[in-house]
């Protein structure tokens, strides 16, 4: 249930509204900021906003709808009434990067990796921000922990069904902690390599891409509170979105390592396979033995870790063999 910050009249206005607000905000300055810094590109950073905001906005309710569809009336309900209903994030992510393409297609932007590198500094600090709103509903949380665990590792709710309070693992707030720290890692990355001349285009977004979703690949699973495929109404649309985008990042840096260094130095990409295979089954073996969930999340964040580690040593060496 959402907190209620103020109320004016009939008018009711929720905490969790607010901050969500808030991470709109604060992503969309420091898009502006890192678009104005540039040299050029100001006039597609002022036009990819409002199309980025409208277009994020409808996929990340359709996206909703796919996956909920009994809480709407209909599709065209879902798309016009915003009263009630929720986003996926993901949705936001289709939105931002469509925008970009749709820019430079016009010729609106003549810079797309580098765009989008903004969107994914940007869009880490809005994360951060805005996965704080569940602090005030019952929202993206996993399984009961033990009473002694505090916060932020756990957060109290009041179950809706029996009505006693439950302390669950607050699976936002690791998702806000991560986001913070790729924010962080990526904006310095992204600045000094801009002054140095040593980043290329498209890079801070590959990286951001594969450490979010590797990360998000994880903390999906223990939510309660999972987006489905309607096909099957257990595998989560966020985890397979997650296991694709990390495998095309892999396959992107392994071609360039090969490029750069020759076809033996793509051995390096031969753990990858199974190191995603082995995080698969483990969320295959969560599902079906809930007791031993504490070790198949440290196996399944092992190998998701090794990989994104993994990922970037072989970008390291394509860039420094290019030099």
């Given at each position: 249930?959402?907190?209620?910050?103020?109320?004016?009249?009939?008018?009711?206005?929720?905490?969790?509204?607010?901050?969500?607000?808030?991470?709109?905000?604060s992503?969309?300055?420091?898009?502006?900021?890192l678009?104005?810094?540039?040299?050029?590109?100001?006039?597609?950073g002022?036009?990819?906003?409002p199309?980025?905001?409208?277009?994020?906005?409808?996929?990340?309710?359709?996206?909703?709808?796919?996956?909920?569809?009994?809480?709407?009336?209909?599709?065209?309900?879902?798309?016009?009434?915003?009263?009630?209903?929720?986003?996926?994030?993901?949705?936001?992510?289709?939105?931002?990067?469509?925008?970009?393409?749709?820019?430079?297609?016009?010729?609106?932007?003549?810079?797309l990796?580098?765009?989008?590198?903004?969107?994914a500094?940007?869009?880490?600090?809005?994360?951060?921000?805005?996965?704080?709103?569940?602090?005030?509903?019952?929202?993206?949380?996993g399984?009961?922990?033990?009473?002694g665990?505090?916060?932020?590792?756990?957060?109290?709710?009041?179950?809706?069904?029996?009505?006693?309070?439950?302390?669950?693992?607050?699976?936002?707030?690791?998702?806000?902690?991560?986001?913070?720290?790729?924010?962080?890692?990526?904006?310095?990355?992204?600045?000094?390599?801009?002054?140095?001349?040593?980043?290329?285009?498209?890079?801070?977004?590959?990286?951001?891409?594969?450490?979010?979703?590797?990360?998000?690949?994880?903390?999906?699973s223990?939510?309660?509170?999972?987006?489905?495929?309607?096909?099957n109404g257990?595998?989560?649309?966020?985890?397979?979105?997650s296991?694709l985008?990390?495998?095309?990042a892999?396959?992107?840096?392994?071609?360039?390592?090969?490029?750069?260094?020759?076809g033996?130095?793509?051995?390096?990409?031969?753990?990858?396979?199974?190191?995603?295979?082995?995080?698969?089954?483990?969320?295959?073996?969560?599902?079906?033995?809930?007791?031993?969930?504490?070790?198949?999340?440290?196996?399944?964040?092992?190998?998701?870790?090794?990989?994104?580690?993994?990922?970037?040593l072989?970008?390291s060496?394509?860039?420094?063999?290019?030099?």
């Amino acid at each position: 249930m959402n907190r209620i910050a103020f109320i004016m009249e009939e008018t009711f206005l929720y905490w969790n509204s607010i901050v969500v607000a808030l991470a709109g905000v604060s992503a969309i300055l420091m898009f502006l900021s890192l678009t104005f810094g540039e040299e050029d590109g100001k006039i597609g950073g002022v036009a990819a906003v409002p199309l980025a905001g409208v277009l994020s906005l409808l996929l990340a309710r359709l996206v909703h709808w796919y996956c909920r569809p009994v809480g709407y009336a209909s599709l065209a309900a879902a798309l016009t009434d915003y009263h009630r209903g929720g986003y996926a994030l993901i949705g936001v992510f289709f939105g931002c990067i469509l925008a970009a393409l749709l820019l430079r297609l016009l010729r609106v932007s003549d810079n797309l990796p580098r765009m989008l590198d903004h969107m994914a500094i940007a869009g880490s600090l809005g994360i951060a921000v805005g996965r704080l709103a569940s602090l005030f509903n019952n929202s993206d949380r996993g399984m009961i922990l033990p009473a002694g665990v505090p916060f932020p590792l756990a957060s109290s709710v009041v179950n809706s069904v029996s009505g006693a309070v439950e302390n669950r693992l607050a699976v936002f707030m690791l998702q806000a902690m991560v986001a913070a720290v790729l924010f962080v890692v990526l904006w310095i990355f992204y600045t000094r390599g801009r002054r140095r001349g040593t980043v290329r285009d498209g890079d801070t977004c590959l990286i951001f891409l594969l450490c979010y979703c590797a990360a998000q690949a994880l903390l999906d699973s223990p939510r309660y509170d999972n987006l489905y495929f309607r096909s099957n109404g257990f595998v989560s649309v966020v985890q397979i979105f997650s296991a694709l985008t990390v495998a095309a990042a892999a396959v992107v840096v392994t071609l360039r390592l090969i490029r750069s260094r020759g076809g033996k130095w793509g051995l390096m990409a031969l753990p990858l396979l199974p190191l995603l295979g082995i995080a698969g089954y483990m969320e295959y073996h969560v599902q079906r033995h809930g007791d031993q969930a504490a070790f198949a999340y440290t196996v399944m964040g092992l190998c998701l870790g090794c990989f994104a580690l993994l990922t970037l040593l072989m970008r390291s060496f394509a860039e420094h063999a290019k030099e």
